[in-house]
């Protein structure tokens, strides 16, 4: 009776002027996976705003025990479709790992991801900080803070652990990029050595998000990246200290995708739409009005059904700040962003950082050519599935024409340098020079044989 009634809602709806118009739907009964993080809130938004519904779609929305679970559910179809790590359609598509194609017609977000140590971690740190006149560290904090740490635990013979969502995940890149960028090299993959440890000062390793707390406070790891709210919660239960943000380490960064597969998308064209619509409307509401929706937004993913965290805990970073050390709570207001700086369009150029990534190191073993990384980044991101979509909402008069990169070719301008932690900049049309720019990793014709690199 619930579903009726919420059914016969949708259709007073959409009879009134400024509301969506129906596509003829393929398929309307659907179910969408998610982890317990921040930045899935498109969706519980779109399913709360009855955003989906506007659109004709029952939707149900399941929270995922791992990443890899949420894929497998994906590519076996018990899903149709997902919020997924940016990496994982790249890396199916290209058979790393899992292969499956997989793509993507909506980002979901910016920033939103933050790198946090052990109290004991940081005290050994923050001799190494340099403080304000206030005595407060100076941000943001390079990881040259830690390679002293890391030092003095190696020749004591501690291996120095840290934790990290899934191999392709936002959180491992950003965790080795912040790592090489302080000089401490995070480890190659190779085709036979798939930890990631290979040559490695800092021993990266997977843990679930909801379990990162637990797991530092346990000490089995020192430190982790994560997305929120699970570095907020370490402030909360006094156990660690975030010592930087994603927006610090590279401004306004791509996050997570919402991910389905080719076939999907192929079979069920107008349904794909129709979602992308909703989402697009959810992230709009996140953002508009200076944010003003987030508190609404924060009590809808304290429920256990979302996330699950307190929402004081959930608020603490996405209301616009952030705390690092317990009271030295900071302005972040671009901590999460959902919509504003076309933040749903999905780039080529996004798509192409994280195909740099795995190349750097080693997760894609052999050299490749510009036009691979173009390629590839074409067959999973599909501006062209998001921009009918939006179009749709503009002539519903749901969205706004200036909204939208109408005339973008899928590159966003270069990232400058001084929007980087290590003061290189980006270019996602030339991915070969920019990672022979970038002083560790993989560059060139090198590839990992063993424990050595050749080339």
């Known amino acids: 009776m619930k579903t009726l009634l919420l059914g ?3 259709s007073t709806a959409l009879a009134t002027p400024g509301f969506a118009q129906m596509l003829d739907l393929e398929k309307d009964e659907l179910t969408f996976g ?18 989906f519904l506007d659109e004709g779609l029952f939707v149900t929305l399941e929270a995922q025990a791992n990443w890899k679970v949420l894929l497998d559910g994906v590519i076996g179809g018990q899903l149709d479709g997902a919020h997924m790590l940016a990496g994982q359609p790249l890396a199916a598509t290209i058979g790393f790992g899992t292969e499956a194609h997989i793509i993507t017609p909506f980002s979901m977000d910016l920033n939103g991801n933050g790198i946090t140590v052990s109290n004991e971690i ?53 965790l080795r990029y912040w790592l090489a960028a302080g000089g401490l090299h995070p480890g190659y993959y190779s085709q036979d050595n798939i930890t990631g440890q ?27 990246s994560v997305g929120e709210p699970w570095n907020q919660q370490a402030v909360v239960k006094g156990i660690g200290v ?46 508009e009005n ?47 962003v959902f919509f504003r700086y076309n933040a749903t369009y999905p780039f080529y150029s996004d798509a192409v950082w994280y195909l740099t990534q795995m190349r750097r190191w080693g997760q894609i073993a052999e050299p490749k ?42 590159y966003k301008a270069p990232t400058p340098a001084e929007d980087i932690i290590d003061g290189i900049a980006y270019d996602g049309r030339a991915p070969n020079a920019y990672l022979d720019s970038l002083p560790i990793g993989l560059k060139g014709a090198q590839t990992v044989v063993g424990t050595d690199v050749k080339g």
């Open 290 to 336: 200076d944010n003003a929706n987030r508190m609404e937004a924060v009590e809808m993913l304290s429920r256990p059904e979302y996330v699950g965290a307190d929402a004081e805990v959930i608020a603490a970073s996405m209301t616009g700040t952030f705390e690092y050390e317990k009271g030295d709570t900071r302005e972040v207001p671009d901590f999460n």
């Open 369 to 410: 050519s510009d036009s691979w990384y173009d390629e590839v980044a074409k067959s999973v991101y599909k501006p062209e599935i998001y921009l009918e979509a939006a179009r749709m909402l503009v002539d519903e008069g749901l969205a706004n024409e200036a909204d939208f990169p109408w005339d973008s070719d899928g």
């Open 34 to 51: 998610f982890i317990k993080l921040t930045d899935m809130a498109p969706l519980a938004v779109a399913y709360e705003q009855g955003y």
């Open 242 to 287: 975030p010592v930087i943000t994603d927006y610090e380490l590279w401004k306004n960064n791509p996050e997570k995708v919402f991910g389905i597969t080719a076939e999907f998308a192929e079979e069920y064209p107008n349904t794909t739409l129709a979602v992308t619509k909703a989402l697009i409307r959810a992230a709009q509401w996140l953002d």
């Open 122 to 174: 940081w005290e050994q740190m923050k001799p190494n900080i340099p403080a304000d006149a206030e005595g407060k560290p100076i941000h943001p904090i390079s990881a040259e803070a830690l390679a002293p740490v890391v030092e003095k635990y190696k020749d004591d013979g501690k291996p120095f652990n840290m934790g990290m969502v899934f191999p392709v995940s936002t959180h491992n890149y950003e």
């Open 8 to 10: 016969l809602a949708a």
């Open 198 to 224: 290979i040559g490695a000062d800092v021993l990266l390793s997977v843990t679930p998000p909801p379990q990162m707390p637990a797991t530092l406070e346990a000490g089995t790891i020192y430190g982790y």
